[in-house]
């Protein structure tokens, strides 16, 4: 339950920038039974009021466009979007009052077309076949020749993105383990939430290892995230930042998110899912070896955009 607050205006209750962020870290406990002196803990992005990790990136980049007069009255918010952070768009456009136009592949989940038609958001489908790339280059196509109707806030290549993961993610995690964390493990999608995290990480301990997941192919099912080798990559993405990085298959992120309702009472989304997935495969090599670990992961989102996939039924 939200705590009640009394701003100095004499305002009561919480506003919705107010409840991004500060989300728990959850302890998975029966994941790492068989491995003693490893912890793996995964921060419940599904907290946030838009439901996923996206939101801090979202809600930074309309602050900053805001702030530099480039999300003016009247105009339209435009951005490519796989899902999440169109779903964060649109909570924010609906709460703060500016149009929102999304251009996502019209592949995605059943439930994010739902939640993105609810909040009234404006959505340009593209070709499934092309993914999150083709939405990208149709969202550039209208920047282009639209520029008077639209703030393109383009989170593939916008600072802020990282920037509110250096500043957020990154702290509440070195707050929430006393220091102790010992790996950080996030996946790949416009790269802002590992991006920023590490770099703050890397500061705050340079012992630290960060560790980067991907799918391990074009064709996958880790929706959100990027395979890099084959597409557009994001501005922010910095490769150099990783201490090492792990391809996942689809197949096994499927695995561990059944795993995870089943066995923790969690339910996760398939990215989320693949994350976990990385820090076992990450634990039990430290184990082997016997080592210790603190190991820490972004649970991006929950199942229920997901719902209506037949992996949970197979």
């Known amino acids: ?73 009247g105009k339209h918010l435009l951005d490519a979007t796989s899902g999440n952070t169109g779903i964060a768009y649109s909570m924010l456009g609906a709460a703060m009052g500016f149009p929102v136009t999304l251009c996502m592949p019209a592949n995605v989940s059943p439930e994010r077309k739902k939640i993105t038609s609810a909040y009234g958001a404006h959505v340009i489908w593209t070709d499934p076949a092309d993914g999150s790339d083709g939405a990208i280059r149709k969202a550039r196509e209208l920047a282009r020749t639209e520029a008077e109707k639209y703030f393109y806030a383009d989170q593939y290549g916008n600072q802020a993105n990282w920037q509110a993961h250096y500043r957020t993610t990154a702290n509440e995690i070195w707050q929430q383990t006393a220091g102790r964390v010992t790996h950080f493990i996030a996946g790949l999608g416009t790269s802002g939430t590992f991006v920023g995290t590490t770099r703050r990480l890397k500061e705050l301990n340079p012992a ?46 499927y695995s561990m998110a059944k795993r995870l309702a089943r066995t923790e009472g969690l339910l996760v989304g398939i990215s989320a899912a693949g994350a976990v997935a990385a820090c076992l495969r990450i634990a039990e090599e430290l184990a082997a070896r016997g080592e210790e670990a603190v190991i820490v992961t972004i649970l991006c989102d929950a199942a229920d955009k997901y719902l209506s996939e037949r992996f949970w039924e197979d």
């Open 208 to 253: 630290i290892q960060c560790i980067s997941m991907q799918p391990d192919s074009p064709f996958n099912g880790l929706e959100g995230l990027k395979h890099m080798a084959t597409a557009i990559v994001p501005p922010i993405y910095d490769p150099a930042l990783a201490d090492r990085n792990l391809e996942m298959e689809t197949e096994a992120a």
């Open 1 to 73: 339950m939200a705590t009640l607050t009394q701003s100095s205006a004499g305002l009561l209750g919480l506003s919705m920038l107010d409840r991004i962020g500060n989300t728990p870290l959850v302890r998975l406990d029966r994941v790492v039974s068989h491995l003693p002196g490893i912890q793996i803990l995964g921060k419940a992005e599904w907290v946030n009021p838009g439901g996923s990790v996206k939101d801090r990136a979202a809600s930074a980049i309309v602050l900053d466009a805001q702030q530099r007069g480039l999300l003016t009255p």
